[in-house]
């Protein structure tokens, strides 16, 4: 999941214009989806609450800079 996400960022700074903004939006998705999945994994006991917390973290500090990215395409 994460390498898709990262796919799109590449994507859409690619294209470098305004219509593709949604590929950050689209990654910021899948960042989203990744947690949701690792909350359900960890519940199920497919791995551990540690790993878990883990990968929610990193998921929301790049969630956290794709906003910051959304925010400085737009003002250009």
Known sequence: ML???LANIAEGD???TDKQS?????AK???AELI??????????Y?????????VQECEYISRMLNKLIKARSTV
């Open 47 to 55: 791995i551990t609450n540690e790993i878990a917390d883990t990968y």
């Open 14 to 16: 690619e294209l470098n």
């Open 3 to 5: 390498p898709y996400c």
């Open 36 to 45: 949701t999945l690792l909350i359900i994994a960890s519940e199920i006991g």
């Open 29 to 31: 998705g899948s960042t």
């Open 22 to 26: 949604r590929h950050f939006y689209i």
